[in-house]
C-alpha cells in the first residue's frame, strides 16, 4: 500500500492544455506563465481539485497559506479548537461523501496532534490530504522552534507523504497527493511544506490536467478467469456466505452487492466498516459478525462450505482466533483491491485483486449470461439451520423498569424515529458503539460513521461536524459517551461557530463501560480507573457553549426527549441520557475465543 519515496520522487508529471496542439504548447505556456507565491498555488491546486472545505488551524508555519486563504473565497476554512479534531472532521466529511477530506495544519504541535487523526484514517482507508506546515527549508534538521520531521512521524500511518522543498513541485506533488489518497485503496496522504516554500514566488503555468506514476497504478479490474473460477465454486455451494467489509462502500458497490445477494438468494453479512452495504432490514442479512455479532452471523461464517469476502480483511475482530476459525474446512474467494490484504490472516482459495465494483459487477454479468443457480434444496436446508440460529434472539434484552434507562433501548428509540428519514449516525468507541451497530439497522451506505480500525475515542463529534457541512439538510446523530466526547468536546465551540447543529447521544453511565465491561470478565471485577468520578453538568456545559441542554433519567422520557431535539432543527443539542451502568454487550468473543463460542449474557459470565 505505501509507495518508497524514492520512487514516487521519480515519477513525472504531464500536464497539457485541451485546447492546445502540441507543436504550439511552449507558446501557451510562456503566455500564460504568471508568478505565484507558493501558497497561492496551493490554493488553485485545491480549488482544481474540487475542494469545498479544508479544516484547520493556524500557526507560524502556515500563515503564508491562510494569508491566501484570506484573499479567496470558493474553499471554506473551518477552524477547529484542536488539529486532532481537523483531522476527524476532514475523515468525516470524506467518510459521508466519498470526497477527499483535507485539513491544514502547523508545524510540530500542529503535526504531533493530528497523529491520531491521521492514523485513524489510514486504517480504515478514508480518502484525505493533510497539509502540514514546516519551518524555512534552511532551518530543518537544526532544532529549530516547532520543528519536527514531519515526514517520519507520518511515514508508517500514511499511504504515503512528501516534503516539497521547491514551491515550483508544489502543483505537481498535490496532483500526486490526490491521486494517491483516492485511488487504489484509499488512504491519508501529507504534504508537508517548509514556510519559504509557501511564500517563494515562482512561475505557475497551470495545475496539470493528468497524473502518470510509474511506480504506482492500482489494479482496478478484476482477473476474468479468476472471477469466472470463483463464480463456479459459489454456484456449487451448498452452504453459500457473503462476508463484506468497508471496500463495497469505498469502492461506492452498494447496489451490485445487492444485486448479487438477491440473484444468489443466500446469506449476507456486513463488518463494522460495512454496515448499510446490505439492508440490515433484508432477510438475507444476518446482522454484523464479530466481536459482537450476532449467533447467526457468526456461525454461518464459520459453518459456510463457500465464503465469499469482498472488501474485508478477515481482522481479528471478525474472525477471532485464526485457528479456531481454519478447523471447519471452508472454500474462500477474497476480492480486495489491495494485494497485501488476501491471505494475510486466512489463506484463501480464489484471490480475486481488482475494484470491488468493477469485479462484482462482472460476476454479475457472467451469472445473467449462465444458466446456473445454487442448488434450491441445498440452499433451502442452510436457510432452515440459519432460521434455527436465528431463533436464539441473542440481540434481545431486559427493557428495564421506568427508572432505569437500558442503552440498548434509547439506540432502538433513535431508530424507530428516523429510519424513514435522511439520517447519518456517528459514534465514538466503546460500549455506545456496539449498540449504535447492533441496534440501529442501517439500509444505506455510508450512513454509520465511525473508527473501525483504530478504536479511536473522540471521533464522534468532529465526525458530525463534518458530515452536517456535507449535508446541511440530513439530520446527523452522535452516539457517543460520556468518557469519548470529553476527548474532543471543545468542538462544541466549532459547532456553533459554524452552525452545524448536530444532536449528541450521550449513553452516560458514569464508567468507561468497555474498559468495565473487560474488567468485569476478565479481572474479576476488578475496576481499575474505569469509573468516572467528577463528570461536569454537561447540560450546563452545552448551554455555556450556546447549546441546548437536556437531561433524561427515566425511560419513559427517552423518545419525547429525542422528538423534542429533532425539532430544534437549527439547535446543537446535547442529550444526557442516564443509563444503566450495569449494562453489558452481548453477544461477545473474548480474546482469543473462536466466533462462535460467544457469551450472550450475563449468565455466561
Not at 590 to 598: R, V
Amino acid at each position: 500500500m505505501e509507495i518508497s519515496k524514492s520512487e514516487a520522487d521519480s515519477t513525472s508529471i504531464v500536464a497539457k492544455s485541451k485546447s492546445s496542439a502540441v507543436s504550439a504548447k511552449a507558446s501557451v505556456v510562456v503566455a500564460n506563465e504568471q508568478e505565484l507565491r507558493g501558497a497561492e498555488i496551493l490554493v488553485k491546486a485545491l480549488q482544481a481539485e474540487g475542494v469545498k472545505f479544508v479544516w484547520g488551524y493556524p500557526g507560524g508555519a502556515v500563515l503564508h497559506i491562510y494569508d491566501a486563504f484570506y484573499k479567496q473565497d470558493s474553499i471554506q476554512h473551518i477552524l477547529v479548537r484542536h488539529e486532532q479534531a481537523a483531522v476527524h472532521a476532514a475523515d468525516g466529511y470524506a467518510r459521508a461523501t466519498g470526497d477527499v477530506g483535507v485539513a491544514l495544519v502547523t508545524s510540530g504541535p500542529g503535526v504531533t496532534n493530528a497523529v491520531t487523526g491521521i492514523a485513524t484514517a489510514y486504517m480504515d482507508s478514508i480518502p484525505m490530504v493533510i497539509l502540514t506546515g514546516q519551518v524555512p527549508t534552511h532551518a530543518i534538521g537544526l532544532d529549530a522552534f516547532q520543528e519536527c520531521d514531519a515526514v517520519g512521524i507520518t511515514r508508517p500511518i500514511v499511504k504515503h507523504n512528501f516534503l516539497v522543498k521547491d514551491a515550483r513541485d508544489l502543483a505537481d506533488t498535490m496532483k500526486k497527493a490526490f491521486h494517491i489518497a483516492r485511488s487504489g485503496r484509499p488512504g491519508p496522504v501529507v504534504v508537508d511544506i517548509p514556510k519559504d516554500v509557501s511564500f517563494k514566488k515562482v512561475p505557475y503555468c497551470g495545475y496539470p490536467e493528468t497524473v502518470a506514476m510509474r511506480s504506482y497504478s492500482p489494479v482496478r479490474k478484476g482477473h476474468g478467469g479468476q472471477i469466472r473460477k470463483a463464480l463456479q465454486l459459489l454456484l456449487a455451494a451448498k452452504r453459500p456466505y457473503i462476508y463484506t467489509g468497508g471496500g463495497v462502500l469505498l469502492s461506492n458497490a452498494s447496489a451490485e452487492l445487492r444485486t448479487l445477494v438477491d440473484m444468489l438468494g443466500c446469506p449476507c453479512t456486513n463488518t463494522l466498516m460495512g454496515l448499510g452495504a446490505y439492508p440490515a432490514s433484508d432477510p438475507k442479512f444476518l446482522g454484523m459478525l464479530g466481536m459482537h455479532g450476532t449467533v447467526e452471523a457468526n456461525n454461518a461464517m464459520q459453518n459456510c462450505d463457500v465464503l465469499l469476502a469482498v472488501g474485508a480483511r478477515f481482522d481479528d475482530r471478525v474472525i477471532g482466533n485464526p485457528k479456531h476459525f481454519a478447523q471447519n474446512e471452508r472454500k474462500i474467494i477474497h476480492i480486495d483491491i489491495d494485494p497485501s490484504s488476501i491471505s494475510k490472516r486466512v489463506k484463501v482459495d480464489i484471490p480475486i485483486v481488482g475494484d470491488v465494483k468493477d469485479v462484482l459487477s462482472e460476476m454479475i454479468a457472467m451469472i445473467k449470461e449462465s444458466a446456473v443457480r445454487p442448488d434450491p434444496d441445498a440452499l433451502a436446508a442452510w436457510w432452515n439451520t440459519i432460521e434455527d440460529w436465528r431463533k436464539r434472539d441473542c440481540l434481545k434484552y431486559d427493557h428495564g423498569k421506568n427508572d432505569v434507562i437500558k442503552p440498548q433501548y434509547v439506540v432502538e428509540t433513535l431508530w424507530n424515529m428516523t429510519k424513514d428519514a435522511d439520517t447519518y449516525i456517528t459514534s465514538d468507541v466503546g460500549q455506545h458503539q456496539m449498540w449504535a451497530a447492533q441496534y440501529y439497522r442501517f439500509d444505506e451506505p455510508r450512513r454509520w460513521i465511525n473508527s473501525g480500525g483504530l478504536g479511536t475515542m473522540g471521533v464522534g463529534l468532529p465526525y458530525a461536524m463534518g458530515i452536517k457541512l456535507a449535508k446541511p439538510d440530513s439530520e446527523v446523530f452522535c452516539i457517543t459517551g460520556e468518557g469519548s466526547i470529553q476527548m474532543c468536546i471543545q468542538e462544541l465551540s466549532t459547532c456553533l461557530q459554524y452552525s452545524t447543529p448536530v444532536k449528541i447521544v450521550s449513553l452516560n453511565n458514569r464508567y468507561l463501560g468497555m474498559v468495565r465491561q473487560w474488567q468485569e470478565v476478565e479481572y474479576e471485577g476488578r475496576y481499575s480507573h474505569s469509573y468516572m468520578d467528577a463528570l461536569p453538568n454537561f447540560v450546563k456545559l452545552a448551554e455555556a457553549y450556546g447549546h441546548v441542554g437536556m437531561l433524561i433519567e427515566r425511560a419513559q422520557d427517552v423518545e419525547p426527549a429525542l422528538r423534542e431535539a429533532r425539532k430544534l432543527k437549527d439547535r446543537t443539542v446535547f442529550m444526557d441520557f442516564r443509563t444503566d451502568p450495569t449494562e453489558n454487550v452481548f453477544p461477545m468473543v473474548q480474546a482469543g475465543k473462536g466466533i462462535t463460542e460467544m457469551l450472550l449474557g450475563s449468565e455466561d459470565l
